[in-house]
Nanobody, 121 residues
Framework: QVQLVESGGGLVQPGGSLRLSCQCS????????MGWYRQAPGKERDLVAI???????TYTDSVKGRFTISRDAAKNVVYLQMDSLKPEDTAVYYC???????????????WGKGTLVTISS
């Protein structure tokens, strides 16, 4: 079984920074992509940023130039550096992984439990 554990959320003032981390542990997975989604109160869960196995990255428009996703393959950790934070970035941030367990023939999605990010003065 694969576990994703997020950390790094919290309360920060507008204009501030946070770095989220997601530790992947458990069964070996041939990963396709890993990244972050977020869900604000009363809204759907939306993509924030994704990094593929090749290192290519995708960001939602609202965070381009402010957020940076990266991965430490040796540690099985994915990071989300968030700068110039705005109140509208307030949400629960979920770690996401799409990959194929080595014991399986098909890929699947995995999710963490989420970490709350609150941007407020």
């Amino acid at each position: 079984q694969v576990q994703l554990v997020e950390s790094g959320g919290g309360l920060v003032q507008p204009g501030g920074s946070l770095r989220l981390s997601c530790q992947c542990s458990g069964s070996s997975v041939l990963f396709n992509s890993m990244g972050w989604y977020r869900q604000a109160p009363g809204k759907e869960r939306d993509l924030v940023a994704i990094i593929s196995w090749s290192g290519s990255t995708t960001y939602t428009d609202s965070v381009k130039g402010r957020f940076t996703i990266s991965r430490d393959a040796a540690k099985n950790v994915v990071y989300l550096q968030m700068d110039s934070l705005k109140p509208e970035d307030t949400a629960v941030y979920y770690c996401y992984l799409n990959g194929r367990p080595i014991s399986s023939v098909s890929a699947r999605d995995y999710w963490g439990k989420g970490t709350l990010v609150t941007i407020s003065s």
